[in-house]
């Protein structure tokens, strides 16, 4: 099984709808991410969180919000969607830094449509 | 503000052809530098990191020497094959206590190998 998951994989909606897009891992990991890839620009971040009570703001975090509900699971939400946030997101994990590997894991991506 | 920029792409070589993805950054300290690589429909794997000057990261042929004089993270790889065709990112992570871990990407660096 996959270290880190996300669902969906694929979402067309309408603009104005609510949007959820969940990632869950196994990794054991305290810190989780939010990214989103437009072609032309990588990848950026829009959430990341060190610990289930610490959530921070990422580069590109407006229209967005996140709940971390465990250690696990990390939920980006998109509350009224448009279609400028037609994307593929990407969820990741890591350890801290000072543990040693300095890596994120990456999900396999969801690829939203906003129409 | 931290930055990382690659080479324009895309890049189509013939097998066996050397490989070069020129990278630089621009960083406060110490930063910590990667290389992922995203095979076509699939999330980023790490491909090589350094962590500190003049460390080489290498891995499956491919190579990068961190080098804080020019600021660079050159990738190359001596022998391409089709199956290295994907996107490449280059990477950078601010070694500070209360960034450390996060992710500065670059906008990545389309590779098409042919036959």
């Known amino acids: 099984d996959a270290d880190v998951t996300q669902t969906p994989r694929n979402r067309i909606t309408k603009t104005g709808k609510r949007i959820m897009l969940e990632c869950s891992q196994t990794?054991?990991?305290?810190?989780m991410y939010w990214y989103r890839q437009d072609p032309g620009l990588g990848l950026r971040l829009i959430y990341y969180s060190f610990d289930v009570k610490d959530i921070n703001k990422g580069e590109i975090s407006d229209g967005y919000s996140v709940s971390r509900q465990a250690q696990a699971k990390f939920s980006l939400s998109l509350e009224s969607a448009i279609p400028n946030q037609t994307a593929l997101y990407f969820c990741a994990t890591s350890d801290p830094p000072w543990q040693g590997r300095n890596e994120q894991f990456f999900g396999p991506g969801t690829r939203l449509t906003v129409l | 503000g931290d930055s990382v920029t690659q080479m324009e792409g895309p890049v189509t070589l013939s097998e066996e052809a050397f490989l070069t993805i020129n990278c630089t950054y621009t960083?406060?300290?110490?930063?910590?530098l990667f290389w992922y690589v995203q095979y076509p429909g699939e999330g980023l794997q790490l491909l090589l990191k350094a962590t500190k000057a003049d460390d080489k990261g290498s891995n499956k042929g491919f190579e990068a020497t961190y080098r804080k004089e020019t600021t660079s993270f050159h990738l190359e790889k001596g022998s391409v094959q089709v199956s290295d065709s994907a996107v490449y990112f280059c990477?950078?992570?601010?070694?500070?206590?209360?960034?450390?871990?996060?992710?500065?990407f670059g906008q990545g660096t389309e590779l098409s190998v042919k036959p």
């Open positions: 990794k054991g990991h305290d810190r």
């Open positions: 960083a406060t300290g110490y930063p910590s």
């Open positions: 990477a950078l992570s601010p070694y500070t206590n209360n960034q450390g871990g996060k992710l500065i």
